[in-house]
Structure formats: structure tokens, C-alpha cells
């Protein structure tokens, strides 16, 4: 893993220029965030994040004065040398009879890089100031754990989209995470009187950018994405009219409403989580546009947006398609690359001879589960674990499955055999992680060899 350092920030800054503001009447009333009376406020969400940026209090681009010593602090918490040896190695490497397949992409992708340092070079910059995060950072428990040794204040959520940010004084430090903040959020904070560290991914902006596309063109964002994740409350807060569906059936449920129409009351009562205020299904399903959550799986969105498309189709006629149908691939290049990786891994499988697919990263994170659908959809025995120590040394793994449960059952099936598995870790994961959870198996391979020895040597 190599942190990229003023590249990075270049990059990112770049990516996230604003697009030029226009008028939306804005239709929503007074938030139920803060108990605060709504101040008059900007006439578009978008023309209002511009004024945030502009405020002498709201950083994004870091602190050059403390970056190189937050570049070293970085590699040495989350490098890893045996993924440097497996990288260095065409991915493979043999040990202790275990064969390990790397995935070809893997691990921390440059957002996560950068919203890292940011956080990190916040904490050098600001060293007698109180420091506070409105979410985790990104969904590492590793992380995460490290900012709080840190002294960095997770704020508290006190349920139905609420947080008790009473605990905010005059002159601390706010980190917004890699996920984003709601505008809510935004707009509150920037009447306080303290810094704003903005984290925010690049790739996450880009999806706001979009569904302001959306308002412009009169649609309503229909979002790809699990309406409780930090990314989508964020997004949804940035939209106007819009409705969240998480998976293909929830979208089918959407476009048969659209064609068919339907009982109006069970609908909102299913979607009651994932629609904007006052939505009509009537007549907000008209015009639509289709965004996502930046780390869902990417194919079950293409065919998410085909599925709309059509719908749109036999509804209006193929001539009216760009009429009342909007689309822009928001999924993060990483997301693809790292699914596109462990995909190839599935394709080998019989070649490689895996026992099984060790998918590394939190267990709160979508991109690592859409990770693990991979496999598991294929009938490939894979295990998603959020922690090396998920690996026990009585042979037994606990783990998350795709229907989020967490269970534990034995890992090695024949504890005879060589090992062969392959292993690949989301985009918010560490290599260190991943040493750290091959570095187990490793061990427990070892010690059962150790043992086997060691009864045979008694019989003798």
C-alpha cells in the first residue's frame, strides 16, 4: 500500500468541483435533525454546499506542514510486508502448507487513503483542540479504534436520525468522514464556531452531483443503495424528491407501480423508510433518474437501471425515453476493480484448487459483503471476517454471511492437507489486516503439523 500524499489531494480536489448552481424551489419543511429553528437558508442544498466550502473554517485540502510525518504513521500502522511479498510474488505465495491466492486489486483504495489522512493530519494540526467525528471514519474497526486512542470523539447517535451534538463547543474540530455528511448536518456545523475537516470521497460527491442532475432535469432520484447507510442518508439529504431501493426486487416492486400502478397506501407503508417527504408515488414516478450508493455491486445496478429503462419504454414509448429516463454510473472504480478481482479468483477456482475464499474488511461494510455475494452465489465456501482474531486456534472461524448473520463453524474442513485458499479485503481494509488474519491461519496450520509430529513421535 503506498499512501500518494499531495497526489492524492490533487486528484481528489479535483474531482469534486462544484457544478454551477440553478434554482430549485426547495420543497421541504423544517428538519427533524436539530430541535433548532430552521434558519432561511441558500435556494438550492447545492449553492448552499458552495458556501460551506467557502468558509475559512472548512478544510479539504489537509495540512501540508504535518503531512509527511502523517504519511510515515500511516505505512507503518497499515502496511503490510507479507502483501508486499504476495504482490511482489505474481499475488501467490506458499507457507507453512498453506497457498494463498491474493486478489489482483485489493484493499484501501485512494478515498480511503485520503480521507485517512485527512483525518490524521486534522489530529497533528489541531493538537490542543477537541476533536469530533459525526460517523465512523470508514467502516474498519482497525481504524476506527485508532482515531479513538486518538482522542477523536465519535458523536453520539440518539436514534431516528438524530445526534447529540450538545456536546460541540465553541472552537473544536469536526471531521466529516468518508461516507459524507447529510446537508443538515453541513448547515448546522457551519453556523458553529469550529473547524470542519472534510473528509468526504470524491466518488461520493460525484453521486451529489448527479441527483442535482436529477432536480435540473425535474426527476426524482430513484437510489440504488440501503436507505440507513451513513453514504445514502447523505445523499438523500442532497435530493429533492426520491425514493431508495436496495436490491433488484425492491426495484421490480418500483416498476411494476410504475406501469401498473397499485394499492398507493401499501406501497408507501413498504418504502416508508426510503422515500422523501411527501412522496407520491402517483406522480413522482414519472420522470425518474437512477443513482447509487457507491459500493453496491455493480451488476445487480446495471441491471437495475436496464430493468428502469425498459420500464420507461413500454410506458411512454422507446421515443420518450430521454424524456422521463436519466442514468449515470456512480459506482466507484474501486468498487468494480476489487469485485472484478475476486470474480476472477471465482473463475479459477478449480484451477487454483481453493478450499475456500477468506474475504477481509468491516463488518458494516457493503463494498467487502458485495465481496462476498461473489462467491457465495457461485457455491465457493468463503468466509467474511472483520478481524484476524475471528480465526480461532481450535480451528474454528467467525464470520458474517450474506444475510448478515454472524456465525462460527470449523475452517479447515481436512486438517490433513495442504491449505490452498484465495483472499482478497475491501476497499476501507488494511493490508495489515490481511496479514494479520493469513499471519492465523499460518499458525494454526503450523501448530496442528506441530501436534501431528508430536503424536507420532510418542507411538514411535
Not at 332 to 353: F, H, I, M, P, S
Request: with cysteine; charged share 30%; hydrophobic share 35%.
Amino acid at each position: 500500500m503506498k499512501i500518494s500524499g499531495a497526489a492524492v489531494f490533487a486528484i481528489a480536489i479535483a474531482s469534486v468541483e462544484a457544478f454551477s448552481p440553478v434554482s430549485v424551489q426547495n420543497r421541504n419543511g423544517a428538519t427533524a435533525l436539530f430541535s433548532t429553528a430552521e434558519e432561511s437558508k441558500p435556494r438550492t442544498k447545492k449553492e448552499g454546499r458552495l458556501g460551506f466550502f467557502k468558509s475559512e473554517n472548512f478544510h479539504r485540502k489537509g495540512f501540508k506542514e504535518v503531512r509527511d510525518n502523517v504519511e510515515d504513521t500511516i505505512k507503518d500502522q497499515y502496511q503490510s510486508s507479507l502483501v508486499d511479498d504476495l504482490k511482489s510474488s505474481n499475488y501467490v505465495i506458499e507457507k507453512d502448507n498453506v497457498k494463498v491466492y491474493l486478489a489482483k486489486d485489493f484493499g484501501f483504495c485512494w478515498g480511503v487513503e485520503r480521507s485517512i489522512a485527512l483525518a490524521y493530519e486534522a489530529v497533528k494540526h489541531y493538537p490542543d483542540k477537541n476533536l469530533h467525528i459525526t460517523n465512523e471514519l470508514i467502516h474498519n474497526p482497525e481504524v476506527n479504534d485508532r482515531l479513538t486512542e486518538m482522542n477523536v470523539k465519535l458523536i453520539e447517535k440518539l436514534g431516528e436520525g438524530k445526534k447529540d451534538f450538545d456536546v460541540i463547543e465553541d472552537g473544536d474540530v469536526v471531521i466529516l468522514p468518508a461516507f459524507g455528511a447529510s446537508y443538515e448536518e453541513m448547515d448546522f456545523l457551519d453556523k458553529k464556531n469550529v473547524e470542519i475537516v472534510d473528509t468526504t470521497c470524491p466518488w461520493v460527491s460525484k453521486v451529489w452531483n448527479t441527483v442535482d442532475a436529477h432536480q435540473r432535469k425535474g426527476l426524482t432520484s430513484i437510489i440504488h443503495g440501503k436507505y440507513a447507510h451513513e453514504e445514502t442518508v447523505a445523499t438523500t439529504s442532497f435530493c429533492e424528491d426520491y425514493i431508495c431501493v436496495k436490491d433488484m426486487k425492491e426495484a421490480e416492486m418500483v416498476a411494476d407501480y410504475m406501469i401498473n400502478g397499485g394499492n398507493r397506501e401499501e406501497f408507501l407503508e413498504y418504502f416508508k423508510n426510503a422515500v422523501s417527504e411527501g412522496f407520491d408515488p402517483d406522480k413522482m414516478l414519472e420522470k425518474v433518474g437512477l443513482a447509487n450508493q457507491t459500493t453496491m455491486y455493480k451488476k445487480e445496478t446495471k441491471s437495475i437501471g436496464q430493468l428502469f429503462q425498459k420500464t420507461i419504454m413500454k410506458k411512454f414509448g422507446p421515443s420518450k425515453v430521454d424524456e422521463h429516463y436519466f442514468e449515470f454510473d456512480t459506482i466507484c472504480d474501486a468498487t468494480q476493480e476489487r469485485q472484478d478481482a475476486v470474480t476472477e479468483l471465482v473463475e479459477n477456482k478449480n484451477d487454483y484448487g481453493l478450499d475456500f475464499i477468506l474475504v477481509v474488511g468491516g463488518w458494516d461494510s457493503s463494498n467487502t459483503a458485495h465481496l462476498l455475494e461473489i462467491p457465495h452465489h457461485q457455491g465457493i465456501r468463503s468466509f467474511h471476517i472483520n478481524r484476524a482474531e475471528c480465526i480461532s486456534a481450535d480451528n474454528t472461524i467467525t464470520h458474517r454471511t450474506v444475510d448478515g448473520e454472524i456465525v462460527t463453524e470449523p475452517l479447515l474442513l481436512d486438517l490433513d492437507k495442504d491449505v490452498v485458499l484465495g483472499v482478497t479485503s475491501g476497499a476501507s481494509t488494511p493490508d495489515a489486516a490481511v496479514q494479520d488474519a493469513l499471519s492465523q491461519i499460518f499458525l494454526l496450520k503450523k501448530m496442528q503439523g506441530a501436534a501431528k509430529e508430536e503424536s507420532a513421535s510418542k507411538s514411535d
